[in-house]
């Protein structure tokens, strides 16, 4: 019998980060990194395409990290729930691997090579009350200058 729980926070989609239990404690983006030669590859894989040894593990990302590329989505998707406008980017991590990620806030302001760091929010509930939670990204505001 499972007895009454407290509400929960859960990712939206698994195995892109994690949440821990502590409500306290912040999400964090993971990869995959090969014990062997210690690349980094998002989202984790089995085998590393740099060596080919079965040797991964889950680690985690910094959260930080730099536009590659971006493009604008105008077009609202059936189901989705982020809404339009917004930017699809590639972010290129200091870890050595890439993610694709959703910007909403100052999407329009995008430039390649800008820095970008990585933010959670809750974008809606399951039927039994918890909280998903996804990931997205928005531009790193400079200090005054
Ligand atoms: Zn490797």
Same mark, same amino acid.
């Given at each position: 019998?499972?007895?009454?729980?407290?509400?929960?926070?859960?990712?939206?989609?698994?195995?892109?980060?994690?949440?821990?239990?502590?409500?306290?404690?912040?999400?964090?983006?993971?990869?995959?990194?090969?014990?062997?030669?210690?690349?980094?590859?998002?989202?984790?894989?089995?085998?590393?395409?740099?060596?080919?040894?079965?040797?991964?593990?889950?680690?985690?990302?910094?959260?930080?990290?730099? #536009? *590659?590329?971006?493009?604008?989505?105008?077009?609202?998707?059936?189901?989705? &729930?982020?809404?339009?406008?917004?930017? @699809? =980017?590639?972010?290129?991590?200091?870890?050595?691997?890439?993610?694709?990620?959703?910007?909403?806030?100052?999407?329009?302001?995008?430039?390649?090579?800008?820095?970008?760091? #990585? *933010?959670?929010?809750?974008?809606?509930?399951?039927?039994?009350?918890?909280? &998903?939670?996804?990931?997205?990204?928005? @531009? =790193?505001?400079?200090?005054?200058?």
């Amino acid at each position: 019998m499972t007895e009454a729980v407290a509400k929960k926070r859960l990712p939206l989609r698994r195995g892109r980060f994690v949440v821990p239990e502590d409500p306290n404690k912040q999400p964090y983006l993971i990869a995959g990194r090969c014990k062997n030669c210690g690349k980094y590859f998002a989202p984790p894989r089995h085998i590393c395409l740099n060596c080919g040894k079965q040797m991964m593990e889950i680690a985690p990302l910094s959260g930080k990290g730099k #536009v *590659y590329s971006f493009t604008a989505v105008w077009q609202q998707l059936p189901g989705a &729930l982020v809404k339009v406008p917004y930017a @699809i =980017v590639i972010v290129s991590f200091p870890e050595g691997c890439q993610m694709h990620a959703v910007v909403t806030e100052d999407y329009d302001k995008l430039q390649v090579d800008q820095d970008i760091e #990585v *933010y959670f929010e809750k974008i809606t509930e399951d039927k039994e009350g918890n909280d &998903l939670i996804v990931d997205k990204f928005r @531009i =790193v505001k400079k200090s005054q200058e």
